[in-house]
């Protein structure tokens, strides 16, 4: 079963940026749509953003659209998603998800009840 595992969490001060990246160990990231997703304590995941198989496509949830950026590098077996411009309001659990593709993945991708699987989450902390 994929295992992802997310790294590049840690404290950042308001204003600041940050690069997480979503790794696989052991499996091919290429075979599926990746997703990124945040969790405050108390309220729901939502999704952050999504991207293809190829990278071609992507999808941006409003939470933080202007602000993230995803990418992947299949080379490097990565998915990476910037975020600049962090606010206290931003402080959550971020996850990466995997979906096994198929039409209209990159339109279902935002949402945590279509992912199949999940990383365990790195803690974004934004405080001055």
């Known amino acids: 079963q994929l295992q992802l595992v997310e790294s590049g969490g840690g404290l950042v001060q308001p204003g600041g940026s940050l690069t997480l990246s979503c790794g696989a160990p052991g499996f091919l990231l290429e075979d599926y749509v990746i997703g990124w997703f945040r969790q405050v304590p108390g309220k729901e995941r939502e999704g952050i953003s999504c991207v293809s198989r190829s990278g071609d496509s992507t999808n941006y949830g409003d939470s933080m659209m202007g602000r993230a950026t995803i990418t992947r590098s299949n080379g490097q077996n990565k998915v990476y998603l910037a975020i600049n411009r962090l606010k206290p309001e931003d402080t959550a659990v971020y996850y990466c998800?995997?979906?096994?593709?198929?039409?209209?993945?990159?339109?279902?991708?935002?949402?945590?009840?279509?992912?199949?699987?999940w990383g365990k989450g790195t803690l974004v902390t934004v405080s001055s």
């Open positions: 998800a995997a979906l096994t593709p198929a039409y209209g993945s990159i339109y279902k991708c935002l949402s945590p009840d279509a992912m199949e699987f």
